[in-house]
């Protein structure tokens, strides 16, 4: 008997000595990054992390204020103090801008839906959180399901190289596809009626129907947003680390906090809960 306890005891040792060798991440916990890694994740000394305003999976609010929020945020800035560097955020007027910053390096981390376009760009992490793609109609729309979008008289717009443009058309839907610059021009044009519903993810659609008054979210879907960090070319030593780093933040539950924090809706991962 004393025999069995004592072997038991011993490979219970042994198993605790190899998940803490081989996967730091077992008890929710990483190992310091070695300054080879935060060296090739933050090369300037600084985490720099391209955001865009007005959209809950980047940032809400002026990144100076103590109000500031935004999955993109917050997840950025604790990515750095686990990296032991700065935190900097960077702000563009829209999305578009910060893809392009993050594919001449002018930046080191996004958030941003992980699509195979965009792969050829850069190289992204582990899914964080997926969010339905749907449509936002204003106040007394004659549209009221998603086939009714649909049509040849109906104007959708979506974001200026957003990956909505792309899919949209790669569904070849018959509604007139609109390009529009910033979602606070988009809030514009739906309110007075220049375009009859507007196209992304429904985190973003519920933060613009709330500053619409009367506007409604469309029921159903008609896509999918797989959100993952994306880092420039050439990073792609410290993507391992970048993922392990991730798992432990969300074991721990600080990717489910952002989510609660910014009131993010219309997710569909366990992020969320």
């Given at each position: ?144 399901s998603l086939m009714e979008v ?61 500053a619409l008054p009367g506007s ?58």
């Amino acid at each position: 008997m004393k025999t069995n306890v004592t072997r038991r005891l011993l490979s219970a040792a042994l198993i605790a000595v190899a998940c803490g060798a081989i996967l730091p991440g077992c008890a929710g916990e990483v190992a310091k990054p070695n300054a080879n890694v935060a060296q090739i994740l933050a090369p300037s000394g600084k985490l720099r992390v391209g955001l865009y305003p007005g959209s809950p999976t980047s940032i809400v609010g002026s990144p100076e204020a103590d109000s500031a929020k935004g999955v993109g945020f917050d997840l950025g800035r604790e990515l750095a103090k686990r990296l032991g560097v700065p935190f900097e955020p960077v702000v563009y007027p829209k999305n578009a801008d910060v893809l392009a910053a993050i594919k001449n390096a002018d930046v080191d981390l996004t958030l941003t839906n992980a699509t195979e376009e965009r792969a050829k760009d850069m190289q992204f992490s582990s899914t964080v959180l997926e969010v339905e793609k749907g449509y936002l109609v204003p106040a007394n729309s004659r549209i009221h399901s998603l086939m009714e979008v649909d049509r040849q008289n109906v104007k959708v717009g979506v974001t200026q190289g957003s990956s909505t443009v792309y899919e949209l058309k790669e569904k070849r839907v018959s509604a007139a596809i609109v390009q529009i610059s910033t979602l606070k021009i988009a809030s514009e044009m739906l309110a007075s009626g220049q375009i009859d519903a507007f196209a992304t993810n429904k985190a973003i659609l519920y933060e613009m129907s709330d500053a619409l008054p009367g506007s409604k979210l469309l029921d159903g879907h008609w896509g999918i947003e797989r959100f993952a960090f994306a880092i420039p070319k050439g990073r792609e030593q410290a993507s391992a680390y970048l993922d392990q780093l991730l798992a432990a933040m969300k074991s721990q539950g600080q990717i489910g906090q952002s989510v609660k924090r910014v009131g993010l809706r219309g997710t569909l991962t366990e992020a969320a809960n």
